[in-house]
Structures are given as C-alpha cells and as structure tokens.
C-alpha cells in the first residue's frame, strides 16, 4: 500500500470516527444538545483527533526510524573485502540501495519473479544485464556481497512497510474506539479537545527550536570530528586555504572570512543607501499613486531568484565592469582582467539586498507615531527637518535590525558569489580581483561522492558552525540596539 493510501485511510477514519463520536453523545442526551456537557461538533473532534494524532504521530517515527535501522543492519552485513579500493562503505550502501530498487522496479515490470529476486545465487552476469534491460543505472559491477546486501535491503523494506501499515491502522482504531467508548453526554469533551490542540500548537511551537537545536548538534559534532583530526590553530590563525584530498591540507578560514566579509561590505554599501533613500521618499515624500505602483515593483527584487541574479552579474555587471576598468576600456586604467571579481559579486548583491532594506526599514518608518510628526512641525520644524531629527531617530532600532538582516542575508548568499566572484581564496584589498567565500567552498568541499571521514570534507561543517556564530552574533548586537534605543522613545 502506497503512503498516500495510508493517509486517506486515516483521514477517513478520522471523518467516520467524527460522525460517529457526534451522534453517539447526542443518543446518550436523548437527542438534545442543550444536556450535553460540550458542543456535540467536540464530542465528533475528539473521536477523530485520539483516532488520527497518535497513528500520524507513530507513522512519523516510524518513516524516521526504519531507514536508520535498516542502513545500520544491511551496512554490517558488508564485509571489509567487499570494498574495492578507493571508495568506502557509504558508495557501496548507496549502490546496494540502487540494486535493491532495481530488484523491486524489476519485479514490479514482470522482468524477474519474487523468487528470482530473491535468489541470493543467481547468475550475477545475467541479473546485471535483466536490470540494465529495466533502466536501472548501476554505478559499479554487482558483486555477491552486494546483490545480498540489496536482497535483504529490500526484504526488511516491504517488511518494514508492511509492519508500518498494520500498527499505524491499529493504533488509529484503537484510538477510534477508546474515544468512542468514552463518548456520552457527561464527557468533557470541549476540555479534551482544546487541551490536545494546546499540546499541538505547543508541539508545532517546539519544533523550530528542536530543529534549530539539532542543526547546532549535527555541526557541533561534525566540527569536533574535524578538529580531532585538522589542527584548530591553522583552521583559526593560518593564512591559507589549499584543500588536497590526497592529505597536507592547509584549512584556514581567514581568506574564506575576509573574502565574504568584503563583499557583504560592498553589497551593504549599494544597498542600504539606496534602500533606505527609497523607503524615505516612499514613507514621507510619495503621493498615494506613486507609492501604490513604486513599493510593489521595488519588492519585486526580493521575488527574482538568485540564480538570475548570478546571470546577471555573469553576463551583464562583470563585461559592463570589465569595459570600463579593464585593459583598453574606457577609462584605461587596467585594473580589471576578468569579469569575476569581489567588485561584480557585491554590486549585484547589493540590488538583490535592496528590497530588504527598503521594505522593513518603510514599514517601520511608517509605524512611527504621527503625533511626533504633528508635534515637530508644531514647533515650527520643516518636512526635512521633521524626517531628521524626529522620524529617523524614531525609527532608528527597526532600521538598524533591517540593516543586520540584510547582512546576515549577504554572508549567506551563495550562487551570486559562485558565477560572479570566482573561486580564489586569498588577502587583498583590491575590489577588481576574484575571491571566495565561506558558503562557497561548502558547498565546493560537499560536492561529489566524498568520504565523510576526510579533514577536507569536514571542514565544511567548521564553516558552517562558524557561519551560523557570525549570523547569530549580529542578531544578538542587533536585539541590543533595538532595546537600548527603544527606551528612549517609550
């Protein structure tokens, strides 16, 4: 049976269980509502909801769980010389899966039988070619180790799916049937229900700090992982970064730092000016007509994907620079060679960053008081006058926050730096020159089949628990200037 099958099976329990909790608690009061403790609709709710949470609840840990046990089995059935060299345990799982989906696809297309499928001494040569006949793409030669690796993968998997199915339909009948049995007319049922949703809203209240949590846990122990076997002092204090998967890496973050700490600077002086500027005329300056039809196009921006951004800056901003500060452009200067370059990258980014600004920094302006205005142009202040000393100061916290915010989200860009500031990793101060990034050489270091025990892999996870202390210290300063110049105007 098909997840989707088992999810409208219970959703159809959960209506009929609805329906049938209902008019049993209006039997038990002789069909008047008015003698029942709580609405009959909350007699109904709770029949579907002890019906319907519990099964779900069970199916998610189940989807969760089985993987991870059915991995850990199959993958210590596979002998050490199983394993050719130059790859690891993971490729050779991820193969056994590839087979075991062959063997299934296979199955399904009337290419093999159950017993064929299943036969741990098959002709090796001839299952190879009945599955290539299927469509299925196999990375390596299927060897026995595998082809009972994959047997076994798929016998636990249906067996696993099958057992899934039974348990989550019984815990929801069991569930049915204890809520139905407690139905009658002296039940608080309004009381169940409102506490169980108070328990869900809490769930779903709980997961993104569990999630967050488990995010810091995951790259916490990567990173520990990394620096049991790469030297913390390179990795904080050295000055290169020259990955060799071959062994003699030098891993230090300082160039990858510097170089996204540069653009995040260049992008941030395109952007907050601007942004700014805009969300002041369009706040204070704009007539109603202007401001209808510039917000909703500037927001436009934050729409457009990044990857046409890179597009943008690969094809458009980078030969446009290029003409101009190039060797024979327009001002003749020479200092550009090639269109990647720190100066491309932070100009795009700082259009991309523009809406950001412009649209939380105009929401907060606009959330000023109007009796401040009213009270400066009293005195006798001007429309200028008024902006400056009075809203802007006003607005102050909200505009430093969205200033942070679009920081953090330039530290975290990536596609526009991959196509528009090249891949060197290095110290310079020179705009004109190609550099990298932080977010860019992790997704360089997890690219490809990678063994997940290497220094230069790992070291992707350092970065990125790095990344996240640098986002999270600027939300930190940013909460500080908020509540220290909220203060003043409350």
Do not use: C
């Not at 269109?339 to 606009?366: E, K, Q, R």
């Not at 999270?472 to 908020?482: C, E, K, M, T």
């Amino acid at each position: 049976m098909a997840l989707s099958w088992l999810l409208i099976i219970l959703l159809a329990l959960a209506v009929i269980g609805f329906f049938t909790g209902r008019s049993r608690a209006l039997a038990s009061a002789g069909g008047d509502a008015r003698d029942l403790h709580s609405l009959p609709s909350y007699y109904g709710y709770n029949v579907a909801l002890t019906a319907l949470v519990p099964a779900i609840g069970v199916l998610i840990v189940w989807l969760l769980a089985q993987p991870v046990f059915v991995n850990s089995t199959v993958t210590g059935m596979i002998p050490d010389s199983a394993i050719p060299e130059g790859s690891d345990r993971g490729l050779i799982m991820s193969e056994v899966r590839r087979v075991a989906d062959g063997l299934e696809g296979a199955v399904a297309a009337g290419a093999l039988t159950q017993a064929q499928a299943q036969d741990a001494n098959a002709d090796i040569a001839q299952l190879t070619q009945t599955l290539k006949d299927a469509g299925q793409v196999l990375t390596q030669d299927i060897t026995q180790p595998i082809l009972v690796a994959a047997q076994t993968y798929r016998s636990m998997t249906g067996t696993g799916s099958v057992a899934m199915q039974v348990i989550v339909l019984a815990v929801a009948l069991l569930g049915a049937a204890f809520a139905y049995i407690r139905t009658h007319k002296e039940f608080r049922a309004r009381n169940v229900v409102e506490q169980g949703v108070l328990a869900l809203l809490l769930l779903a209240a709980s997961i993104a700090i569990l999630t967050t949590v488990g995010i810091v846990l995951s790259m916490l122990f990567e990173t520990m992982n990394f620096f049991q076997l790469h030297s913390w002092k390179d990795f904080f204090f050295g000055s290169t970064w020259a990955p060799n998967f071959r062994g003699g890496s030098e891993l230090s973050i300082l160039p990858l730092l510097w170089g996204t700490l540069y653009i995040s600077l260049i992008a941030l002086l395109v952007a907050v000016p601007i942004g700014l500027f805009a969300a002041i005329y369009l706040s204070e300056y704009a007539s109603g007509a202007t401001r209808s039809i510039a917000k909703p196009l500037l927001e436009i921006l934050a729409g457009i994907p990044t990857i046409v951004y890179g597009l943008f800056a690969l094809l458009t901003v980078g030969p446009a620079l290029v003409s101009m500060f190039g060797e024979g452009g327009a001002f003749g200067v020479g200092w550009m060679a090639s269109s990647n370059a720190v100066l491309t990258a932070g100009l795009v980014m700082g259009i991309m960053l523009i809406p950001f600004v412009s649209s939380l920094s105009d929401d907060i302006i606009n959330a000023v008081p109007q009796s401040m205005r009213d009270g400066s142009l009293g005195l006798g202040a001007t429309h200028s006058e008024t902006v400056r000393q009075v809203v802007l100061p006003a607005a102050l916290p909200g505009i430093v926050g969205a200033i942070l915010l679009a920081a953090s989200r330039a530290i975290g860009e990536t596609m526009i730096v991959v196509m528009a500031a090249g891949a060197i990793a290095k110290f310079s101060g020179n705009p004109f020159e190609a550099m990298t990034t932080i977010t860019t050489r992790i997704v360089s270091q997890l690219t490809g089949d990678t063994d997940f025990a290497s220094p230069e892999t790992l070291v992707a996870f350092a970065l990125g628990l790095t990344l996240f202390i640098i986002t999270l210290g600027l939300n930190i300063f940013a909460l500080y200037i908020v509540r220290k110049y909220r203060e003043q105007y409350e």
